[in-house]
């Protein structure tokens, strides 16, 4: 475990089509301030930021991401459970996926779950794109990040044989009277 | 109307194999199984083996897994409105192509459709809740 305190930073660049997005979710992700750059090593990029959530604060989280690796370290304990098995899960499964793919899928996730959601299986896409998926509760839910950072999704709502395939705020706003069955979904299989 | 570019020589009933790594395959609950994440259906132009081809060779299926299988069949490929079509290949004489735009929905629905014929080691098992 890394001191965070002590580590390089750098407010990541976020590409102009993740403006938008980024500038709501930025209530709830303080990046931090200017970097310096003569302190990164060379092929990394790192930034930490401060993660709130429900209004209470969790430790800060430190993300090393690089060119062609993604490294990221956690310090301390990270609430929710499910973000910290996440951030694991693209570093062992993801770790060519684009910064902006990084970004924007932790964002996504802060957008979707709560706190006791359980964490999505994660896999690679091409153009260092990443997709996030749930198979539980009698719902399939898979999130495609592409390498630049755009995102949309797909829900198959096995129950009610409804599917829909759109863009994020779309899904979000589908899944939200269904996410107590999404939640729950692996204790009742 | 048949689409020309579907090789209608492989029959519905054929099962195409797509080989997959250890880490492709996810616990699904819903299926109470595991099965491969969809993300290994996302390109428009899929390789896969042919299962006429191979068995005319005399060859199993087992034979061409790398290092994990899983099997489709033919026709539950072309009910999402995918083509296919015969490719072979200097190294794979039975290679073909599942040809045709992968949504979502059709990634999900050929991840759901596919069977395990040689799984991943160790097994995907059920997160302990």
């Known amino acids: 475990v890394s001191d965070v305190a002590t580590l390089p930073r750098l407010s990541l660049s976020v590409p102009a089509a993740l403006a938008t997005p980024w500038s709501a979710i930025s209530t709830r992700l303080r990046l931090p301030t200017a970097p310096d750059a003569s302190a990164i090593p060379e092929g990394t990029r790192t930034l930490a930021v401060s993660i709130t959530v429900g209004g209470d604060s969790a430790p800060p989280v430190s993300d090393s991401v690089g060119a062609t690796t993604v490294s990221i370290s956690i310090a301390g304990e990270i609430t929710p459970a499910w973000l910290g098995e996440t951030v694991g899960r693209l570093n062992r499964r993801a770790s060519n996926a684009s910064d902006a793919a990084v970004v924007r899928a932790i964002s996504t996730l802060l957008d979707i779950a709560r706190p006791n959601s359980s964490p999505p299986f994660v896999s690679p896409l091409d153009g260092r794109g990443i997709q996030l998926e749930w198979s539980q509760g009698g719902l399939d839910v898979e999130i495609y990040v592409s390498g630049s950072g755009e995102s949309h999704g797909f829900v198959h709502d096995l129950e009610e044989h409804t599917e829909l395939e759109g863009a994020l705020s779309d899904v979000v706003q589908f899944l939200a009277p269904r996410m107590d069955r999404l939640d729950q979904g692996r204790l009742s299989a | ?129």
Not at chain 2, 56 to 70: G, I, T
Not at chain 2, 119 to 125: C, K, N, R, S
């Open chain 2, 1 to 129: 109307m048949p689409d020309p570019e579907d090789d209608r020589s492989v029959e519905d009933a054929c099962r195409v194999y797509r080989w997959l790594g250890h880490n492709d395959f996810k616990w699904d609950y819903n299926l109470a199984r595991a099965r491969p994440t969809s993300a290994v259906f996302q390109h428009d132009e899929m390789s896969v083996v042919l299962g006429d081809t191979l068995a005319e060779s005399d060859r199993q299926p087992e034979d061409v897994a790398n290092p994990c299988l899983v099997s489709l069949e033919a026709g539950c490929v072309r009910a999402r409105s995918q083509t296919i079509r015969r490719d072979p290949t200097e190294d794979e004489p039975a290679h073909g192509l599942v040809v045709g735009r992968k949504t979502g929905s059709v990634r999900n629905a050929l991840a759901r459709c596919a069977a395990l014929v040689v799984g991943p080691d160790p097994p995907v098992l059920p997160a302990r809740v």
